[in-house]
């Protein structure tokens, strides 16, 4: 059985639904100081990979606190 979460995106009224059963790896990541700014330095972004390592998702979050727990929420992993 598929496990599905559903992501909304800030600002929009877009919806994605992310299958977790395709994700084999998560990549953590600080912003870069190319796309950040000021309070921005502290924004982590988590890439979800399938096993060919082709990006599924990206999601930004405001810390790596944030980004551990939705992972092992949903994920049920600790990273």
Do not use: C
């Not at 084999?24 to 890439?47: M, P």
């Amino acid at each position: 059985m598929n496990r599905f979460v559903r992501i909304d995106k800030e600002g929009s009224n877009k919806t994605v639904l992310l299958n977790l059963d395709l994700v084999a790896t998560v990549e953590l990541a600080q912003a870069s100081d190319l796309l950040s700014s000021g309070n921005d330095s502290r924004k982590v972004y988590a890439t979800f990979m399938a096993p060919d390592k082709t990006t599924i998702a990206t999601l930004h979050f405001d810390s790596a606190e944030d980004a551990n727990s939705w992972v092992a929420a949903h994920l049920g992993v600790q990273l």
